[in-house]
T-cell receptor, first 116, second 109 residues
Framework: EAGVAQSPRYKIIEKRQSVAFWCNPISGHATLYWYQQILGQGPKLLIQFQNNGVVDDSQLPKDRFSAERLKGVDSTLKIQPAKLEDSAVYLC??????????????FGPGTRLTVL | SQQGEEDPQALSIQEGENATMNCSYKTSINNLQWYRQNSGRGLVHLILIRSNEREKHSGRLRVTLDTSKKSSSLLITASRAADTASYFCATGLGNQFYFGTGTSLTVIP
């Protein structure tokens, strides 16, 4: 079974530039999550989708971050404009059905973002 | 914040010894999960324990949950060098899901 795919694996940008990350979840998984993990900390949930609807985005900085999951499969996370404090690893995860925390989440390898 | 806090922050043991790490959280939960993260395999789910369970086993892993104390422990028995990683607890309640700050475990061969 293929795992969660993410791209790119690494990205270096200047502050105020824009960046987008892509995630392809495990086939058949209804729920998709984006996390931000700053060095030395645990992952922080940014947004959760169930199919193509947003279940929770309470910790997403909506002035600069946006995410979509068209057709309920792939998802993109965008930052515009980026700030220095956005430097982190962005993790995508998926689970079989809905309800964050109710089921095992499968994580992708992450995208390491460095903002200079 | 409902974020769990792991204790200790770092742990170093000899191969073959047992490793115990603890997680404390602040509010009621539906369940608590433990995850492992290392550079080779990323973040991997280890075990889930529901709020009405007190103990759960999976291979060399033993997890306990004390909801009255809002705490959980993860025991890894007969540790191996490959267990070297960061371990996170994650608490779930409704649609909210929070990871703790992690315990960095080093197993010395």
């Amino acid at each position: 079974e293929a795992g969660v795919a993410q791209s790119p694996r690494y990205k270096i940008i200047e502050k105020r530039q824009s960046v987008a990350f892509w995630c392809n979840p495990i086939s058949g998984h209804a729920t998709l999550y984006w996390y931000q993990q700053i060095l030395g900390q645990g992952p922080k949930l940014l947004i959760q989708f169930q199919n193509n609807g947003v279940v929770d985005d309470s910790q997403l900085p909506k002035d600069r971050f946006s995410a979509e999951r068209l057709k309920g499969v792939d998802s993109t996370l965008k930052i515009q404009p980026a700030k220095l404090e956005d430097s982190a690893v962005y993790l995508c995860a998926s689970s079989l059905d809905g309800g964050v925390g109710l089921n095992e989440q499968f994580f992708g390898p992450g995208t390491r973002l460095t903002v200079l | 914040s409902q974020q769990g806090e792991e204790d200790p922050q770092a742990l170093s043991i000899q191969e073959g010894e047992n490793a115990t790490m603890n997680c404390s959280y602040k509010t009621s939960i539906n369940n608590l999960q433990w995850y492992r993260q290392n550079s080779g395999r990323g973040l991997v789910h280890l075990i889930l324990i529901r709020s009405n369970e007190r103990e759960k086993h999976s291979g060399r892993l033993r997890v306990t949950l004390d909801t009255s104390k809002k705490s959980s422990s993860l025991l890894i028995t007969a540790s191996r060098a490959a267990d070297t990683a960061s371990y996170f607890c994650a608490t779930g309640l409704g649609n909210q899901f929070y990871f703790g700050t992690g315990t960095s475990l080093t197993v010395i061969p």
